[in-house]
């Protein structure tokens, strides 16, 4: 794996939170900044002495206190961004949350596609990947098993997201279709709709 580089003030390019929630198959993550989390299907990992792959299963922003829905604000404001000028607060009222889906690990700089021996440790950092960790973790396709095997509900639409970001990285996007979409295949006998559907919303 490639050295990572840092930033000006002195923290990993591309960290966005910290885990606050671990377990052996997911991490959750809060983030530093509202509505500033990965899109869905992307590549991330816990950024400390063990760390941990994970691909953006779920995101969501609420109310720091769940006690205390939000109300709306927006008569006689124009947009929603209107509405977070006129209420400069609800910065720090409400927090952005992603779940990730574990998905493999580094052992001695190398990647291992299996769930970690032990998961993050609350508070380590979480980094969105870099395009060539991205493009080496999803050279071997070891990884989707684990996510149509997964217990999130809409996992293949996880795995079309990933797939989607994968592949633009590629110089023949469609070629990494067509033969990752051969091991989804194997691994769904009998279900080509499915698999079909996977590789189409892969490609939008």
């Given amino acids: 794996m490639n050295a990572?580089?840092?930033?000006?003030?002195g923290l990993s390019d591309g960290i966005i939170g910290e885990v606050i929630r671990a377990s052996s198959t997911e991490f959750e993550t809060q983030c530093y900044e509202l509505y500033q989390f990965p899109p869905l299907g992307s590549l991330v990992i816990s950024d400390d002495e063990n760390p941990v792959f994970g691909i953006?299963?779920?995101?969501?922003?609420?109310?720091?206190d769940p006690s205390r829905t939000p109300r709306p604000r927006g008569p006689g404001l124009e947009n929603?961004?209107?509405?977070y000028e006129e209420s400069p607060q609800l910065n720090n009222l409400l927090t952005s949350r992603f779940t990730a889906i574990t998905v493999g690990y580094l052992k001695d700089q190398s990647i291992v596609m299996r769930l970690s021996p032990v998961p993050p440790r609350i508070l380590s950092l979480t980094r969105i990947c870099t395009d060539s960790e991205l493009n080496e973790f999803s050279s071997d396709f070891d990884f989707v098993s684990r996510l149509l095997n997964s217990s999130f509900a809409s996992s293949d639409d996880v795995l079309a997201s990933?797939?989607?970001?994968?592949?633009?990285?590629?110089?023949?996007?469609?070629q990494y279709l067509i033969d990752i979409g051969k091991e989804i295949a194997s691994l769904l006998p009998g279900q080509m709709r499915r698999v079909n559907l996977i590789l189409r919303n892969a490609s939008i």
């Fill in 4 to 9: 990572k580089k840092k930033n000006k003030g």
């Fill in 56 to 64: 953006v299963s779920h995101s969501v922003t609420e109310s720091l």
């Fill in 162 to 174: 990933f797939l989607n970001i994968a592949s633009s990285l590629r110089t023949d996007p469609d």
């Fill in 80 to 83: 929603v961004k209107a509405i």
